[in-house]
């Protein structure tokens, strides 16, 4: 799926391959037999050692980082990155993560991820990270 997509910059693909890990996740989205959605990320963080996550007040350790959501062009505005978002904020909460972040991909035009962000619950600072409570993103989910 990746590696037919418009806007997935390909040189990252080496990034994508099973990594066997009990703290990186991938999650899938199916549609019969395509792949409509993937989302990648760990289980394992601390936010308050790098410095990138200053602009959040951040709960302790351990915090969840999103690495990347990628839907389907054919398949946006249809609910998989919010199916995406809710499995992941569950499982980030079974696992105690106290606080989800990530960075929004700027490679192309970010300002529909920062509103898909944001409209799930998270706050983006200035720095194009964005963050919150597991909890929080899924009370907003399940308000949508």
């Not at 990530?102 to 200035?126: C, M, N």
Request: charged content about 25%; some cysteine.
């Amino acid at each position: 799926m990746l590696e037919e997509s418009d806007d997935f910059p390909q040189q990252l693909l080496y990034l994508y391959r099973r990594r066997r890990s009990n703290h990186y996740w991938t999650f899938v989205a199916w549609r019969g037999d395509k792949i409509d959605g993937v989302l990648t990320g760990s289980f394992d963080s601390d936010f308050a050692e790098g410095g990138a996550f200053d602009s959040f007040e951040l709960p302790p350790a351990p915090h969840a980082f999103l690495e990347r959501v990628h839907v389907r062009e054919s398949a946006r505005g249809m609910g998989v990155g919010r199916a995406l978002i809710e499995m992941y904020a569950n499982e980030a909460s079974a696992r105690g993560c106290s606080f989800i972040g990530g960075s929004i991909d700027l490679s192309s035009e970010p300002t529909a991820r920062k509103a898909f962000f944001e409209g799930l619950g998270f706050t983006v600072s200035e720095l194009d990270n964005f963050g919150a409570h597991p909890t929080d993103v899924l009370v907003t989910v399940a308000n949508r």
